[in-house]
Structures are given as structure tokens and as C-alpha cells.
């Protein structure tokens, strides 16, 4: 298969060529060429299929060409070493799990999947050297790539996050690793850090200089395996007897969890539609409704993973349907939320489900409560477990909500990180010494 970028001028690129460079030539981020639709026996059985084979079936379909069935195979069941379990919580409402991985966020999915594929790569390529991982982080990404490349031979990682920005407990998830993985804190917010990572693909001596990779949701292997999930979501619903009217929701960001979900729908997935649910930084919403896509600077909100004022994966959604606003909003609604709206909805589920939100999934389970029509079923994705963010939910909820172990592992570790500013010359000087 063959990748080619969202602004059409860089050249066609393989899988491994897409993975290894992150964003095109062109600034433009990988599309596959082609999405091949899952036959229908695929579908009529999916429900008695595992989470791990359903993954292979869609992973085939994308990774297929490339990466020998064997080899795809194992890096799939590695990856998926935890479950994503669709759990009831209102009438009608479902959530879709996601942080019953290692750093207890959605982005373990991904970032496991692409550490497994890039050591692929470079072990059969057996050229040595070091490949470095550049990944900026609005808060869960750096843990989970981080932890998804921990101890990865041939991989060094460079984790960006804005200081000050990200909760303690998210932060040490990244910092106090050590190994092959370095924490850069950046004076600035989310979307200067990015910035420096386009920046740093985008400078010729620096490539020169060593060889660079991201890891952020752009990544095709980070963001095409989210798919995964969403057929197993449907599977579990189907299983339930609730699967004929289905809508997803999902608490977006930077648009690359949603933009897996489409990939899913355009692979024959029978969702219904989507609703892309945000806090404060409304710009996909505003884009609904006017079709125009005006970035803004990104907003600190209590969804802080989704703070994002230029989400990178809008330019995928874009050329999935060729720009087409009526079909765009045909399939997809938007929902925008306060912090005063998405903490009276934590508190409000609690009080009536007992189901502890994060703020993240509070902006999902809030739009389907406003969105969902007679005779659908909705699904959220709970984004990341509440205890990641516990000193806002419990301040919240009035609560002390338990930390699970694998959580309270990394508070013990000892903080290392570099201090940055957003200038890139200082970053470059930075990667120069390295
Ligand atoms: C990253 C993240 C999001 C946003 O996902 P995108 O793919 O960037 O839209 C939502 N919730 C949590 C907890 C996250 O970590």
C-alpha cells in the first residue's frame, strides 16, 4: 500500500517511508491510498470473534501488503494485552473503556502498535543507527509513547510538553522513566511544541544530523490501529442486541481518535453517525456549523488532553470526504463544553450512575445525553481513567477516587527533564549536541 500526502505534493511514500518520516515531505500528513472495505461475513461474525482477531482482520486490511502475516499478527496481540470493554452507564448510554492499558489512556493503542512496528522495520532494514521519536504531548501522548518505546533497542525518544501545562500525575508518567527516553518542558502551550516538532522534520541539517521520527497522532502506525477498538466496540454492542442504530461519540483533540473511527465507517463499520465532542476549544464545532476551519490558540481547559487549537487530523477528515461540508455534517455532529458544564456532568453521572467520569469522557457522555435521538444507542470513548486526573475529580466529585497500582508505580519515580524555551533555534542547538 502506498501513502500519500493530505497536501498532494510530496511524492507516494510506503508504509515504512510514512511511519519513519511521520509528516510528508510537504508538511502534509500520510493518507492510504486506498481503504478496502471488510467483507460482509466479516461483520455477520464479528461478535463471536476476540478483540485481538478483529484487530488482525482490520490491521490486514491496512498493514497487510507490508508486513508479513506472522509478524503483523504478533505485533497486534502484543499491542492489544489489555481490553477495551463497552460497560453500560445510562439508559442507552455505553461507554467504550480505553484506559485499561499501561498509562491508562486511549493512546497506548497506538503508541504500542507503532513501537512494535518500527522496531519491525528497523530490525529487518538491520541497518543500525539510532532513530530518534520526536513526540509532542498535550498530556497523554508522552506517557504512552514513552512507555509504548521504553526499553526499545534502536529508539531513542524526545517527549515535548508545555511546563506547567499537564497534571502531575500525566507528568511523571514521561519524567521519570530515564533509559532511552528524554522529557523536554517547553515554556509555552501545547501547539508551540508541536510546532517544534514540524520544525525539526521540516530542517535539513538537523536530518542530517540524525535520523527523526513523530510519533504524534499523525503517525499513520499511531493512528489507523484506534480503529481497532471501534470494531470491537460495534462486536460488543452487536453481542448485546443494541447494534442497529449506533452513534460513537468522541472526546476530540487533535482529531486523530475520531479520525480512526471514520477510517472504521469507510471499511463498512455500521456506525450511524459520529459526534466529535470538545471542551472549550470549539474550532471543529464552529467549522460544523459555518464550514469554515478557523485555527485559534489552544484554551487551558479541565479536558486538558484536548486543548487544541489547530488539530492537526482536521486536513484527514478533509480528504475523506473531499471537503464536502454537507456530507461532513451528515455524518458527523459537534458538541462544545465549559469546564462549569463538564464538572456539573461529572458530578450529575455520578449522582445518578454512580460511574465515575474524566473530564475528557465527560464532554462525550454530555453530547450523547444532548444529541441522542429516540431509538439510537449511543457510545463514548472514556478517554483516560479518571485517577489520571484525580485532584481535579476529586475536588469535583467530593470524593477520593482510587488510584490504581499501575498508576501509583510511576508517582514514585524521581522527576528528569530539560528545560526548554519555544524557540526552535534553541531546540535545534539542543538535538545538535545529542
Ligand atoms: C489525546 C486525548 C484526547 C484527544 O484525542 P485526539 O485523538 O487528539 O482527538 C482525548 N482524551 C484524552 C484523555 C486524551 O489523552
Redesign the pocket.
Known sequence: MKYYSTNHTAPLASLEEAVVKGLAGDRGLYMPENIKPLPKEFFDNIDKMSFQEIAYAVADSFFGEDVDAESLKRIVYDTLAFDCPVVPVSENIYTLELFHGPTL???DVGARFMARLLQYFIKKENKGGLVNVLVAT????GSAVANGFLGVDGIHVYVLYPKGKVSPIQECQFTTLGKNITAIEVDGVFDDCQALVKSAFMDEELNKHMRLTSAN?INVARFLPQAFYYFYAYAQLKKLGKADNMVMC?????????CAALFGHQMGLPIKRFVAANNANDIFFKYLQTGKYEPQPSKATL?N??D?GD?S?FARIYELYQGDHAVITSLISGATFSDEQIADTMRECYKDTKYVL?P?GACGYQALKNLLLAGEVGVFCE??HPAKFKEKVDAILSADIEIPQRLQKFMKGTKQSVEMTKRFDDFKTFLLKE
Not at 468522541?250 to 475520531?258: A, E, L, R, T
Open positions: 489512556a486511549f493512546k498535550s498530556g497523554d501522548t497522532s468522541v472526546p476530540s483533540g487533535n482529531f486523530g481518535n475520531i479536558a488532553a484536548m487544541v488539530p487530523n474524566d475528557h478517554t483516560a
